[in-house]
């Protein structure tokens, strides 16, 4: 499951993060007009093998996650993805403008005051500046 359970401070809304990589995906695919991957077709020019990939693929093998994460990007298994592994595949689709726009950067609803207060703290935020009255 697309982490953001609990383990991360910040995360990111997986619905959004679905839409953005469904996007993309379409986009690869008009680039690439194909009817079928993972298999070798053949250069129309000079009838040369040439590989294709999934965009799943793609992104399994550029960001280091199993494809199995994007299906339950897609499936939106999480409501939530960790803020890191939103940001890895953001950056392997060259999308890094669209974290905290389109992409919204939350705090994990799943941690309590009391651990946001003690991680802030560790980043050297005095507790007055955290909380307001």
């Known amino acids: 499951m697309p982490r953001g359970n609990g383990k991360d401070p910040l995360v990111v809304p997986t619905a959004a993060l679905a839409e953005v990589l469904q996007e993309w ?62 940001d890895t595949i953001i950056t392997a689709i060259d999308a890094t403008h669209l974290l905290g726009s389109r992409i919204p950067i939350v705090a994990n609803p799943h941690w309590t005051q009391e651990k946001w207060i003690a991680w802030l703290a560790e980043r050297g935020c005095e507790p007055h500046e955290i909380i307001s009255d």
């Open 25 to 86: 995906i379409a986009s690869w695919l008009r680039d690439r007009p194909f009817s079928t991957f993972e298999n070798t077709k053949h250069n129309k020019s000079d009838n040369t093998p040439v590989a294709y990939m999934s965009p799943q693929t793609w992104l399994s093998e550029k960001t280091g996650y199993d494809k199995k994460v994007f299906r339950q990007i897609f499936n939106r298994d999480a409501k939530y993805t960790s803020l890191h592994r939103a």
